[in-house]
């Protein structure tokens, strides 16, 4: 899987969004190795993210918002995303929000 944000108009940097209004706890599930790649931000603030299986997004920039965040195994995420056409969520560092 390869996915990448556009980097201009309406939804840049936007890669999976999720409707707001969906049931808390909807599952999203990133799993299986790494030939995954995610470019931009994965929006689902009502969706369970589970990152598992030595998933790596390695294209640079990776952002989650979601209702819960789980992550086993090797997960590898990356935040640096300068030309992904995203904005910087804070810090350039991981960030837990409770």
């Excluded at 918002?65 to 560092?93: E, M, R």
Aim: hydrophobic residues 35%; charged residues 10%; glycine residues 16%.
């Amino acid at each position: 899987m390869n996915l990448s944000a556009p980097t201009a108009g309406p939804t840049q940097g936007i890669v999976i969004f999720g409707d707001r209004n969906m049931t808390e706890g909807t599952p999203f599930r990133f799993e299986g190795g790494t030939t995954q790649s995610l470019t931009g931000a994965v929006y689902v603030p009502q969706g369970d993210l589970k990152f598992a299986g030595g998933v790596n997004t390695g294209r640079g920039c990776t952002q989650l918002i979601g209702s819960t965040l789980t992550f086993t195994g090797n997960s590898d995420l990356q935040v640096n995303c300068a030309s992904a056409g995203t904005k910087q969520l804070g810090p350039p560092t991981a960030v837990l929000v409770e």
